[in-house]
């Protein structure tokens, strides 16, 4: 006998028993859509709300516009900055005079000298000319020339050879009083050999990448970039790092300090003083690694000393850094060059 036609509800009934639910998919199709997207409108959401917070709590990033500092092989520095050149740190243009130094030219002749040597801490990463430590030292010390002697990256046995050719350039005419910069990271020594050998040959190069900036290396550089401009990104790969982990536990104190005598006797400056920089996460951790060395290297030296880390701690409630960055702002450099300028101006060896 032949079977009766199915009506709707068998109709339905059967699809579904097949695993076909054709009249349900058409009711859900919708939610699931508005759901999606109410869950990527949340997820953007979030991050939006993540960007500006990070930017009102940590601060806003720094572009790095090119060109960026140039350095090219140096027979007994490793390497050195191209003479009469700019480049930029951050957004700030920098000369580089005739004797691959930051800032104008040394003046030279009679009066009262000043020669601050150290390493990015004195160069002064991410701030203008005016901004920088040894500028600012200038404005306390009225009447003295300070000549910035500091290139990012260097340790002290290239600190010392900066020196020794600083003296020759100049006759030892430049140099009336030597502010000897250091920092925890000085007790790590540079290979200068190896530094020499890894750029020689290649011209001038970029600090940062040891290369030229061209071709695949500008795609990369400008990739980096367009990162470093999220807030929450960097805030992100800041976390990742921990400080302390970088500061040695057992340094070479001899090597340390019959360095800084070398340096004191290169410098044949009529005074040499030693400013010991503080870290900036130990103006007011006492427990953080780099103070125990800090308070070391003070102990150890004989002869004039600085470590303004009194007027830091009384100036500042927390590290007072560029964001993201980790060097000191301008404003700690202001603190610190009038600690140095009220010492050099107080006291002589």
Same mark, same amino acid.
């Given at each position: 006998m032949a079977r009766a036609p199915m009506d709707a509800h068998e109709l339905v009934g059967a699809d579904l028993n097949e695993g076909h639910p054709v009249g349900r998919a058409a009711n859900t199709t919708g939610p699931r859509k508005r759901r999606r997207r109410r869950m990527i409108w949340i997820a953007l959401l979030v991050l939006v709300v993540a960007e500006v917070a990070?930017?009102?709590?940590?601060?806003?990033p720094q572009a790095e516009p090119l060109p960026t500092l140039q350095v090219r092989a140096h027979p007994t520095c490793g390497w050195a900055m191209v003479p009469n050149s700019w480049h930029r740190t951050y957004a700030h243009k920098v000369k580089v005079n005739a004797f691959g130094l930051r800032g104008p030219e040394p @003046?030279?002749?009679?009066?009262?000298?000043v020669v601050v040597v150290g390493d990015t801490f004195v160069y002064g990463l991410g701030l203008?000319?005016?901004?920088?430590?040894?500028?600012?030292?200038q404005t306390a010390m009225d009447g003295h020339a300070v000549?910035?002697?500091?290139?990012r990256g260097y340790s002290t046995n290239q600190e010392v050879a900066l020196l020794d050719e600083l003296q020759e350039q100049t006759d030892g005419d430049v140099i009336g009083i030597t502010v000897f910069c250091w920092q925890w990271d000085d007790l790590y020594e540079t290979n200068? *050999?190896?530094?020499?050998?890894?750029?020689? *040959?290649?011209?001038? @190069?970029a600090f940062d990448?040891?290369?030229?900036?061209e071709g695949w290396t500008w795609w990369k550089w400008q990739g980096r970039e367009l990162l470093r401009r999220s807030a929450l990104l960097m805030t992100l790969h800041e976390w990742r790092k921990t400080p302390a982990d970088q500061i040695p536990r057992n340094p070479d104190w001899?090597?340390?300090?019959?360095?800084?005598?070398?340096a004191r006797a290169v410098s044949k400056s009529n005074r040499f003083v030693l400013f010991v920089v503080p870290h900036p996460l130990g103006i007011h951790d006492k427990n953080f690694p780099s103070r125990e060395l800090e308070q070391q290297l003070l102990a150890r030296w004989q002869g004039q000393k600085i470590?303004?880390?009194e007027p830091l701690r009384t100036a500042f409630s927390k590290p007072p850094v560029i964001p993201y960055d980790g060097h000191y702002a301008a404003e700690a450099m202001a603190v610190m060059a009038q600690s140095v300028a009220h010492a050099l101006a107080t006291r002589s060896d």
């Open positions: 990070a930017r009102l709590l940590v601060g806003h @003046v030279q002749g009679p009066g009262p000298k203008a000319d005016h901004e920088t430590f040894p500028a600012q030292l000549v910035n002697a500091g290139v200068i *050999g190896a530094a020499h050998n890894r750029i020689e *040959g290649r011209g001038d @190069v990448t040891r290369t030229k900036i001899n090597r340390v300090i019959a360095q800084l005598e070398q470590y303004p880390l």
